[in-house]
């Protein structure tokens, strides 16, 4: 089970930090990634990070704003997201690789199998 957390509305330029609650799998044996789903438009990756921690994998759009991390010990994955943009605004998820110890970070949401229920980011301008 995956429990995002952090979510709300912040203005044009601000910050938020989304949380992610891990259960029931073996959490430091699985990459973690964070998806996005805007009103009308497809899921699409945000930023991923191998099982260990030691990479990681950020869409374009998203580049040098936002940080993905882990901390395996608290079964736990954070998104920092800086300078926020109108355009970030969606319900952000954060999903579970379906392979263990991959040495690839994957930005292709078909290879992840668990999902949780999802925090919506809401940036003014």
């Known amino acids: 089970q995956l429990v995002e957390s952090g979510g709300g509305l912040v203005q044009a330029g601000g910050s938020l930090r989304l949380s992610c609650a891990a259960s029931?799998?073996?959490?430091?044996?699985?990459?973690m990634g964070w998806f996005r789903q805007a009103p009308g438009k497809e899921r699409e990756f945000v930023a991923g990070i191998k099982w260990s921690g030691a990479n990681t994998y950020y869409a374009d759009s998203v580049k040098g704003r936002f940080t993905i991390s882990r901390d395996n010990a608290k079964n736990t994955v954070y998104l920092q997201m800086n300078s926020l943009k109108p355009e970030d605004t969606a319900v952000y998820y954060c999903?579970?690789?379906?392979?263990?110890?991959?040495?690839?970070?994957?930005?292709?949401?078909?290879?992840?199998?668990?999902w949780g229920q999802g925090t919506q980011v809401t940036v003014s301008s």
């Open positions: 999903a579970s690789h379906f392979t263990p110890y991959r040495t690839v970070v994957s930005g292709n949401r078909d290879e992840y199998d668990y």
């Open positions: 029931g799998r073996t959490f430091s044996r699985y990459g």
